[in-house]
């Protein structure tokens, strides 16, 4: 990364994303266990606590995210595991999600194009398949309609066995992340997962650069 970009920490680009009317799963910060225990009891169980560090950007790799924890006894225990990881600043608390249909939503630069947005479904759609979409910054809502359409993945959005996304929502979130790109100098962004379901979506995990 470049000198002049700052990393955001993940409660602080949610709060970003929240101030466009994103739907998020807003974390709060801790740096104490007796926080983690207020926070995790406000929220309302089960929750997920993860590590927050601006030098930490893959959690999950570092071991750094603990899902379904349901009693104080097992947010304090968690709370003391994410604080052994080297780097670590403090505890973001968040709920538990219901598992929806998961998307990916990113903001890429590049050298000859410029800005970029892209979106696919995750899991072994982006994994294996690497079905994603691309657009150069900013895009219209036929843009998004298009970017959406085109994966291969679509069909699951479009209901299949039982699945269905609410695809007027998605183009909703790729347009609001074109206008945050723009207006808040995005250098590069990653919203993944979103779980998407028949009404809605949430953005589960949010990482942001932002130029300085």
């Not at 899902?67 to 608390?93: H, Q, T, Y």
């Not at 695809?167 to 206008?179: A, G, N, Q, R, T």
């Amino acid at each position: 990364m470049q000198k002049n970009l700052v990393f955001l920490p993940e409660h602080l680009a949610k709060e970003l994303l929240e101030r466009y009317g994103i739907s998020t799963a807003r974390c709060v910060f801790v740096k104490e266990e007796d926080s983690a225990v207020e926070a995790a009891n406000e929220i309302g169980y089960p929750v997920v606590m993860k590590v927050a560090s601006t030098e930490i950007i893959h959690k999950s790799d570092a071991g750094g995210v603990l899902l379904d924890i349901r009693s104080e006894e097992e947010v304090r225990e968690a709370f003391r595991r994410l604080m052994k990881i080297p780097k670590a600043e403090g505890v973001n608390v968040q709920p538990m999600l219901k598992k929806g249909i998961e998307a990916i939503v990113g903001v890429i630069e590049d050298q000859q194009f410029g800005k970029a947005i892209m979106f696919g479904l995750g899991g072994i759609f982006v994994e294996i398949y690497n079905d994603v979409s691309f657009r150069i910054l900013p895009i219209t809502r036929n843009d998004a309609e298009e970017m959406i359409r085109e994966i291969k993945g679509y069909k699951v959005l479009d209901g299949y066995r039982g699945l269905k996304g609410d695809v007027e929502s998605l183009i909703d979130l790729l347009l609001k992340i074109s206008e945050i790109s723009e207006k808040e100098k995005i250098k590069e962004l990653d919203l993944n997962p979103v779980f998407v379901y028949e009404k809605g979506y949430t953005v589960a995990d949010a990482r942001i650069w932002k130029e300085i």
